[in-house]
């Protein structure tokens, strides 16, 4: 096996790059409202490829807006249940349509499909350009769909620094707390893309941010497959995944 890779624990999916929302604490920078996204059926053989060679714990879906294409989402979590991977998760801002019956079949999908966990990214700045009425719709429907949801909001500086958008990010988690849903730690935001251009006054010029989500590259335990199906410098659309694992170096 690769030693490169073989605490491998984990798989994600960046769904798509499109995204209902137009974030200014966005590490991606803009996102058009449509685009290119991960081919489901590719992304099942994949996943069952790596089941059958990894001890995989866990498994999310994010993006963009993963929801845009839900209908991917689920054939993903579908093959992780089948895997008997313990935690699907996905990352979702909770705005992908306005139409109710669409909003609550969908949240009914992602359950069949095995998602057990759901954390929705509420906070000030998702709620500059993604309206709340919606998105409490969808939180309703997860929950009556029986799939365990937190809100995930995004903090500056820290959770407890005075700023204004977290005080609005506060006044916001308050009413989903009114709707009995749970909220998590959150995530602080580290300063590139959207971030860094609307948000620099807020962190410290002489200080090295640590990015959060950066593998260590000579011991992969996380892979996240891009939109066109690139991953760890292959692409699943081209070569067999199991391939690009076996020869991967950093």
Same mark, same amino acid.
């Given at each position: 096996m690769n030693p490169y890779i073989q605490n491998l624990n984990r798989i994600e999916f960046l769904i798509t790059y499109a995204c209902t929302g137009h974030c200014k604490?966005?590490?991606e920078g803009g996102h058009a409202m @449509? =685009?290119?996204h991960i081919d489901g059926s590719a992304a099942v053989l994949a996943v069952e490829k790596i089941c059958g060679a990894f001890a995989i714990d866990s498994l999310m879906t994010f993006g963009g807006e993963p929801l845009l294409y839900?209908?991917?989402?689920? $054939?993903?979590?579908?093959?992780?249940? #089948?895997?008997?991977? %313990? $935690? !699907?998760?996905?990352?979702?801002?909770?705005?992908?349509? !306005?139409? #109710?019956?669409? /909003? $609550?079949a969908a949240a009914v999908k992602l359950a069949q499909s095995g998602v057990n966990q759901?954390? *929705?990214?509420?906070?000030?700045?998702?709620?500059?350009? /993604? %309206? *709340?009425? %919606?998105v409490k719709t969808?939180?309703?429907?997860? $929950?009556?769909?029986?799939? %365990? *949801?937190?809100?995930? +909001?995004?903090?500056?500086?820290d959770k407890n620094d005075p700023n204004p958008y977290n005080r609005r990010t506060g006044e916001i988690l308050e009413e989903f707390e009114q709707m009995e849903i749970a909220v998590s730690d959150g995530n602080v935001i580290f300063p590139s893309g959207n971030a860094l251009k609307y948000l620099g006054e807020y962190?410290?010029?002489? @200080? #090295?941010?640590?990015?959060p989500?950066?593998?260590? +590259?000579?011991?992969?335990r996380s892979i996240c497959f891009e939109p066109n199906g690139? /991953?760890?410098? =292959?692409? /699943?659309?081209q070569r067999d995944i199991l391939d690009v694992l076996e020869n991967y170096a950093p």
């Open positions: 604490h966005c590490s @449509r =685009g290119e839900y209908e991917e989402v689920c $054939k993903i979590h579908a093959a992780a249940q #089948k895997m008997k991977i %313990p $935690k !699907r998760q996905i990352i979702t801002n909770g705005f992908f349509s !306005r139409d #109710k019956e669409q /909003i $609550k759901i954390l *929705l990214s509420v906070d000030a700045f998702h709620q500059e350009t /993604i %309206p *709340l009425e %919606p969808f939180a309703e429907a997860v $929950k009556g769909a029986g799939i %365990p *949801l937190k809100v995930h +909001p995004a903090w500056l500086v962190f410290e010029a002489d @200080r #090295k941010y640590t990015n989500y950066t593998e260590n +590259p000579e011991d992969i690139d /991953i760890l410098g =292959g692409n /699943i659309y």
